[in-house]
């Protein structure tokens, strides 16, 4: 398995920025994809963005037009620049990589909490 470590997760005020880090122990050679998940309490983890290693990008409908994500192959990593948060945005977010021959690795969370 892959380790990821995340990072950049943390308190802010509604209608703030943060800004979410996760960095893979290995590189990851083939067809992957990097991404980000949450999961508020109470309710089943669910989809933020992914972004694939052939350039394909994917959002939730709910973080359209205020979230984006990014990867630096060179450095293993994948970020989640998340603007105008909402209370609603309020989880753990999880780092997650899907790569071909390997199966899914998970970082361990990061608490992002928006208050109102």
């Known amino acids: 398995q892959v380790q990821l470590v995340e990072s950049g997760g943390g308190l802010v005020q509604a209608g703030g920025s943060l800004r979410l880090s996760c960095a893979a122990s290995?590189?990851?050679?083939?067809?992957?994809?990097m991404g980000w998940y949450r999961q508020a309490p109470g309710k089943q983890r669910e989809l933020v963005a992914t972004?694939?290693?052939?350039?394909?990008?994917n959002y939730a409908d709910s973080v359209k037009g205020r979230f984006a994500i990014s990867r630096d192959n060179a450095k293993n990593a994948v970020y989640l620049q998340m603007n105008s948060l909402k209370p609603e945005d309020t989880g753990v977010y999880y780092c997650?990589?899907?790569?071909?021959?390997?199966?899914?690795?998970w970082g361990q969370g990061t608490q992002v909490t928006v208050s109102s």
């Open positions: 997650n990589i899907w790569a071909l021959g390997r199966g899914d690795s």
């Open positions: 972004a694939s290693s052939d350039g394909d990008i």
């Open positions: 290995v590189r990851i050679f083939g067809l992957n994809t």
